[in-house]
């Protein structure tokens, strides 16, 4: 069984203006290029939904253990992640 590694940067004129780098790995030993292309507009845009804050947000909560709290409100998760200060002993835990 034969594999084929695409390692491909995404364009940000064809793929909705993003700027990501994807390496890609596919089973199909023959596809086309449009065919590779379908593939990783699909992926790009399923990682777009995926990474929308409002779903980050929602699939985590904030550990604080300074305050010893678990921090689940949607708006003060936002703002913490959106400030750019660190504060030590805090993390934030996937709940999926």
């Not at 084929?4 to 909705?16: C, D, G, Y």
């Not at 939904?49 to 409100?73: M, P, Q, T």
């Amino acid at each position: 069984m034969s594999m084929e590694w695409l390692a491909t940067s995404s364009n940000p004129k064809k793929m909705n203006k993003s700027n990501r780098d994807l390496l890609v790995l596919f089973k199909q030993e023959f596809m086309t290029p449009q065919a590779i292309e379908h593939e990783i507009g699909w992926l790009h845009e399923l990682l777009f939904n995926v990474e929308r804050l409002d779903n980050f947000v929602s699939a985590h909560e904030l550990i604080d253990l300074n305050k010893y709290k678990i921090l689940k409100n949607s708006f003060e998760i936002k703002r913490i992640i959106r400030s750019k200060k660190e504060k030590p002993f805090v993390f934030l835990n996937n709940v999926n």
